[in-house]
């Protein structure tokens, strides 16, 4: 079983430039403490072509997991619901629970059930609502063949509320059993191409390591490097060794180069 | 000649969550006032498999311009312009214009020419550098057929620098002649789902127009909702007529629900 998720985030906003893709950032984040490996975070508009094009892709790639965002909204270009169903050959129906939860949740605030309202309920055949803790459109949960697809809406304190109730105990479950580690330093008076030899050398140490460099000061002038260390592992005492070991290394390593390790 | 672009964001921060894709936003704004239509967003962690394909893709599918994100640093995981290269198919040589102004900044900083250093100029074979106003990778100017692919930095600043220096003016040259003028208001007290069929009307009253509905407030306790008005145009001052042709009828039809319109 391989431990792999895509994330797709579908708005028009996004690819205009008026939103900056925070929930991928933060799905993505949810992801790797999970131990899953997003491989792909791709940003499509609210057409029918894209939508359907990426959802068979990650199928047919056998993703295990693919989240989206957006497109579930009462508006009518909010269309992720139909367009997953004809990704997936199956009917766009109505579903009795999410039906359930769409009225309970008008009700309980006085509200009509119009037309618009009334679409959050339909999903593709054999799907499973999940509940919106803060708004009205219940997320999708839906299986095909290898592949959890998950849709949930773009409004993110909506996203969150469903991932973290709904989706993350879930995933968690029927996810690798890795614990996951990390630290960071940063280091004051040594350029990134004078660091990059020594990362190298640190990634190389373990199998599931990964060093990256972020230049934060000006690279020549004054070179100031954040260094961030991760490490999973099946056991958390054994993932905690790991960093400590790569941090020695890099603390000293830094040193002998004359620079400077401001934060540990 | 359509004028589409893809932007494609190469680097492991972002697909672990660490780092937030702004550059992706920012060149999405930048492509949407120049009048290129981003179709899509593309993230992808620095591989060879996954970086040719996408650059392949792109090329087969025949966007007018791909912009590429993150790779260009001295470090042993930047190979962006490496596997730019295979992806077309072409050799990866050491360019001349680039190593005059890769030593040329070293010399000026006195710093040592380094093999890491080095590596940054060179680039797929007929490629032209861009210069970089603000780090020492410069970046890649290219095309394929149809298809300019333009690799950039993903430090926002260099990214920034080189693109609005030496790709921006060239976009505009060679792109369509549009203006494009947008007004947003913001409504207080009709939810997003009684807005959905007054945009839905407003969004047929005209061919080049995009109005699209952001929820700001509590959905259904206390709605605030932005409406943000797009119109492009050959002729600015036709599009300034349309926008405000549409803000007009999103007004009045707003108030027309009991809603109240906080700015304009």
């Known amino acids: 079983m391989s431990y792999t998720a895509w994330i797709i985030s579908i708005g028009n906003e996004l690819l205009i430039g008026k939103t900056v893709n925070t929930n991928a ?9 999970l131990g899953y490996d997003v491989k792909r975070i791709i940003t499509i508009p609210d057409s029918e072509e894209d939508e359907v094009e990426v959802f068979r892709d990650a199928i047919r790639r056998g993703i295990r ?26 009917r766009y129906v109505l579903n009795d629970d999410a039906l359930r939860m ?6 309980s605030k006085g509200l009509e059930l119009t037309e618009p ?30 592949t959890i697809i998950i849709a949930l809406p773009g409004v993110p304190a909506e996203m969150m509320g469903i991932f973290e109730n709904y989706v993350e105990p879930k995933l968690r479950e029927i996810g690798p059993k890795l614990h996951f580690v990390e630290r ?41 490097v954040e260094i961030h260390v991760y490490v ?4 958390v005492k054994s993932a905690e060794g790991e960093v400590n070991r790569i941090i020695n290394y890099l603390m000293s390593s830094v040193r ?9």
Chains 1, 2 share one sequence.
């Not at 180069?257 to 934060?263: C, D, N, Y």
């Open 25 to 33: 950032a933060w799905l993505a984040r949810k992801f790797t403490l």
């Open 102 to 107: 769409v009225v309970e949740t008008f009700k």
């Open 117 to 146: 309202r009334l679409k959050q309920a339909k999903m593709p055949e054999g799907a499973k609502p999940l509940p919106n803790p803060v708004g009205t459109a219940p997320g999708i949960w839906v299986e095909e063949g290898n």
């Open 184 to 224: 960071s330093i940063t280091v004051k008076g040594v350029p990134e191409a004078d660091l990059a030899p020594i990362i190298e050398r640190g990634m190389k140490m373990s199998n599931r390591i990964y060093i990256k460099s972020h230049p934060k000061g000006h690279e020549i002038k004054a070179p100031l």
């Open 256 to 264: 002998e180069k004359g620079g400077e390790v401001l934060s540990a």
């Open 65 to 90: 997991v693919v989240v989206s965002t957006g497109g579930l909204g009462p508006t009518f270009d909010d269309k992720t619901s139909e367009y997953l169903a004809e990704a997936l050959n199956r």
């Open 232 to 235: 999973s592992s099946e056991d």
